[in-house]
C-alpha cells in the first residue's frame, strides 16, 4: 500500500507539474473574466509612512476587495472556470477564514449552492458572514483532521467541486489579478506579499514574472509560522505544526502548487515577529485610516524591519484583507 | 459704550457682507495654489452599503487627507494667503481637534512658528499630535472662555495671526476643494456634509453653486447640537448651549460667513441622533474597512435616515476626517 500510495503521488507530482506551466495568456484572460465580478481596488499613499521607511509605499488595498479580501479573486475565478455540469453540483470547502466568505459570495453571485465546512469554534461574526451570503455551513470538531474528513465526507456524498483556498491553478491565476492590476497602476522596484498557504505570493508571483520582471518579489512570513521560510531553505514542504501567531491567515503550510511557484520566482521569505507585526498594524490604522488584518499589516513590518533592503524603493505591499473582529471597539 | 459696540459691529457686518462674494475664479485658484500641499483624496465606493441605501454612494475620503482631516484645506490655504510679514510672526489658533493638527502641519510645512491653546482636559493623544508637528502649545481652562482669552492674551504679545477654524473666507475657500475634486471625479445629484461650525458644508456649497450646480446640497447634523438647523429655521445665529452629541467635531456654532453661505445655498439641514451616527460609523468600518470619526459617518447616518430624499439618486458623501482614539482597539 505505501508504495503503491508513493506511486499515486509521483503521478501526481507530474501531473501537477504540467499543470504549473502558466503563461501570460492565462494571466490575462483571468483579468479579463474576473473584471466585472471583483473591485478595482485602489492604491494608497502615505507621506508619512514614506519618510518613515526611507522609501515609497505603494498599498494595494485588498482590504477594499469584494468580502474583505483578495481570497475573492481566486474563489470568483475558480467558480467561473467550472463547467455548467460542476456548477450544478455546487462547490464546498473548508475554512474558518476569507476563503469561505469569498466562495460564499462568489457562489451566491454565480447562484450555484456552497457548502462551507467551519470549526465549531470559529467566531460567530465568521459564521455570520458566510451564512449571510447564503453558504450552508456544516460544523466540524475543531481540529484539521476533523475538517478534513467532514469536507470529504460531504464531497462524497453530494458531489459537489472541492476549492481548494491556494493550491489551485484557477486560484492562483486568479490572486494574480492584484499584482497585474498594482503593475499597470504602478512602476515598482519590489513587491511584497504575506505568505500563508502560499496562493497570493504565487499570483503575485507570476503577475511579476510576465508584467514586471525586474520587480523583486519578497514574501513575509511570521517568526511562529516560518514553515514556508524551512520549504524553501531545505527544498521540500513542511507542514505547519502549532504555529504561534495573531497573523491568524498565515498559519497554514504551502501547497505543492505555490511551493512550486515561489521556489522558482520569489527572491526571499522574511521573517518579522508577532511584536513587529502588531506595531505595523497600528501604525497603517493611524495613519493611513484603514483597517487591515494583522496578516495584511506583516507587508509593513517586512519594509520596517530590513532598511537594508528596501531603502530608497519604490515598493508595493499587497494588504491581502480587512476583516477583523470590531466588536473590541464598537462593544 | 454699548452702542459703539454695536455700531462697530454692523460695520463690521457690511465689510463681511462684502467679503462674502465669492468667484468662481478664488475657488479654482484656491485649488491650484493647495494642488501640491494637499492629497487629492480618492473616491470610495460600496457594493454593499449602495444594496443597503437603494442609492448611489460616493464616499470623499478626507479621513486619508494629510493630517486625517478637510481641515489641512482650510488651514493650508490660510496659511499660503499671508503676507510674508505676516508668516513671519506666525500662526495662531485654538483648537482641541483636528484644526489645531492641520494649522501645526501647514505652518510646519511653510516653516513658520505655530500656536495652538488647547483646553487642559483635551485628549494627551491630540496634544501629541500637534507637538509632533512642532507646533507650540497653550493650555487653557477647560471652558470656551477661557480658551479664547488665552488666545487673544497671546496674539495681543505675540503679533501672531488668528485663523478661525471656519469663519474665514480663507480657509472655506480651501474646503470648496474637497468638493470641486469630487464633482471633477463623479457627477452626482446630491451632497452632503456634517455640519458643526459650517466651514465644510460653506466649501462644499460654494464648489456646487459653480461646477455643479444642479447637485442638491445637504448638511447634517447631530439632534443634540441642532444649532446650525435653528438658525437656518430661523434666520438668526444661535450659540451652541450644552451640546450633547458623540460627533465630537460638529458642537460648534455658526460663524457669520458660514451662516451666509449656508442659509443662500444649502437645501437643507437634516437632524439624525447619535444612535443613527454610531451605527453609520460602525457600517463604514465594517463594510468599507476605512476609519472615519463619528462626526463623518453622520453623512451615511442621513442616507439611511431619509431614503425619501436620498433613495435611488447619486450622492456624494464628505467624510471629513478618520482621527479617532484607537488605544480602544490597540490598548
Request: charged share 20%; net charge neutral.
Amino acid at each position: 500500500m505505501a508504495n503503491f500510495a508513493l506511486f499515486l503521488s509521483s503521478q501526481k507530482k507530474l501531473m501537477i507539474k504540467q499543470e504549473t506551466a502558466y503563461t501570460e495568456k492565462q494571466l490575462l484572460d483571468a483579468q479579463q473574466t474576473l473584471k466585472s465580478y471583483i473591485h478595482q481596488t485602489p492604491v494608497l499613499h502615505s507621506r508619512l509612512l514614506d519618510e518613515r521607511c526611507g522609501s515609497r509605499l505603494f498599498f494595494k488595498c485588498e482590504n477594499f476587495q469584494r468580502a474583505g479580501a483578495f481570497k475573492m479573486r481566486g474563489a470568483m475565478h475558480k467558480v467561473l472556470s467550472l463547467t455548467q455540469e460542476e456548477r450544478g453540483k455546487g462547490v464546498a470547502t473548508h475554512s474558518s477564514g476569507n476563503f469561505g466568505q469569498a466562495l460564499a459570495l462568489s457562489a451566491k453571485i454565480m447562484n450555484i449552492p456552497a457548502t462551507i465546512v467551519m470549526p465549531s469554534d470559529a467566531p460567530q461574526v465568521k459564521k455570520d458572514a458566510v451564512a449571510a451570503y447564503g453558504a450552508r455551513i456544516i460544523e466540524s470538531e475543531p481540529n484539521p483532521q476533523s475538517r478534513e474528513e467532514t469536507l470529504a465526507e460531504f464531497l462524497k456524498t453530494s458531489g459537489a467541486v472541492e476549492c481548494h483556498p491556494y493550491n489551485d491553478q484557477q486560484v492562483i491565476l486568479g490572486n494574480s489579478t492584484a499584482a497585474q492590476e498594482l503593475f499597470a497602476q504602478q512602476e515598482l522596484d519590489d513587491i511584497i506579499a504575506p505568505v500563508g498557504g502560499g496562493g497570493l505570493i504565487s499570483g503575485t508571483a507570476l503577475a511579476s514574472k510576465f508584467f514586471s520582471p525586474t520587480t523583486s518579489i519578497y514574501g513575509v512570513e511570521p517568526m511562529g509560522a516560518d514553515d514556508a521560510f524551512r520549504s524553501i531553505r531545505d527544498g521540500k514542504i513542511y507542514p505547519s505544526l502549532k504555529p504561534q501567531t495573531i497573523a491568524d491567515g498565515l498559519r497554514t503550510a504551502l501547497g505543492d502548487l505555490t511551493y512550486d511557484v515561489i521556489s522558482k520566482n520569489v527572491k526571499e521569505i522574511l521573517l518579522v515577529s508577532d511584536h513587529e507585526i502588531f506595531a505595523a498594524m497600528k501604525l497603517i490604522w493611524e495613519r493611513m485610516k484603514i483597517i487591515v488584518e494583522s496578516s495584511s499589516a506583516i507587508t509593513l513590518a517586512a519594509v520596517l524591519k530590513y532598511p537594508e533592503i528596501f531603502k530608497g524603493r519604490r515598493i508595493g505591499l499587497i494588504l491581502s484583507g480587512g476583516n477583523v473582529d470590531l466588536q473590541k471597539y464598537f462593544g
